[in-house]
């Protein structure tokens, strides 16, 4: 079975850095990914790592560590429009998806 | 970039009637779609995957008589949901992705479905 554990809200201010955790348990582990979801809208993709270490996009930063189960999304120089929800989700099995239960994030002026 | 749309955005029937719901990707070719539902703060839960032209395999705990699926090209799928009920009501995301392309599937703007 799957099992993803992330915090399920955290605020922050503006220009303010913020870290994501997500901790999972899983079969046939290919990589982790992040999606942002905004209220409404669907999932957008912002990361996947399949190896150890940071993959820098911009603003977010992705991390994994294999052997502890464990990846993080770092957000720097936080905007008002990061406001939003962020989802981990572990590829396995190949090609399916199993989404965390998200982590809110309030973004305060 | 790649897109998916979904057709309806939104629908609202009585109960006991059947939604069909369309997922295509408009600039590639989706060798697998997968179907998700979405109940109001809550995290998307996997259906179903989809492959073209075979029997699409369904999730534990998800009726395949009652959510049935069809993807009859490489950019079309569909979901019908059968007799609905108010708890079916919920947004639907359908997601592709491409061939060697597993790790990063594009997601239908949704469809959210109200049954009375």
């Known amino acids: 079975g799957q099992s993803l554990e992330q915090p399920s809200e955290v605020t922050a201010v503006e220009g303010a850095i913020v870290q994501i955790n997500c901790t999972y348990q899983?079969?046939?582990?290919?990589?982790l990914s992040w999606y942002q979801q905004h209220d409404g809208g669907a999932p957008t993709f912002l990361s996947y790592?399949?190896?150890?270490g940071l993959e820098e996009t911009g603003r977010f930063s992705s991390f994994l560590s294999r052997s502890d189960s464990y990846g993080y999304l770092l957000l720097q120089e936080l905007q008002m429009k990061d406001s939003a929800s962020y989802f981990c989700?572990?590829?396995?099995?190949?090609?399916?998806?199993?989404f965390g239960s998200g982590t809110k994030l309030n973004v305060k002026p | 970039g790649a897109v998916v749309s979904q057709h309806p955005s939104w629908v609202i029937c009585k109960s006991g009637t059947s939604v069909k719901i369309e997922c295509r990707s408009l600039?590639?070719?989706?060798?697998?779609m997968f179907w998700y539902r979405q109940f109001p703060k809550q995290s998307l839960m996997l259906m179903a995957t989809?492959?073209?032209?075979?029997?699409?395999?369904?999730e534990q705990g998800v009726e395949k008589d009652k959510f049935l699926i069809n993807h009859a090209s490489l950019t079309l799928s569909t979901l019908t949901v059968t007799s609905a009920h108010p708890e079916d009501s919920s947004f639907y995301i359908c997601?592709?992705?491409?061939?060697?392309?597993?790790?990063?599937?594009?997601f239908g703007p949704g469809t959210r479905l109200l049954v009375l």
């Open positions: 790592n399949a190896l150890d």
């Open positions: 600039d590639f070719q989706a060798t697998t």
């Open positions: 997601s592709a992705n491409m061939a060697g392309g597993q790790e990063t599937q594009y």
């Open positions: 989700a572990v590829l396995y099995n190949f090609n399916k998806f199993y």
């Open positions: 989809s492959n073209e032209g075979s029997k699409a395999t369904y």
């Open positions: 899983t079969s046939g582990f290919y990589g």
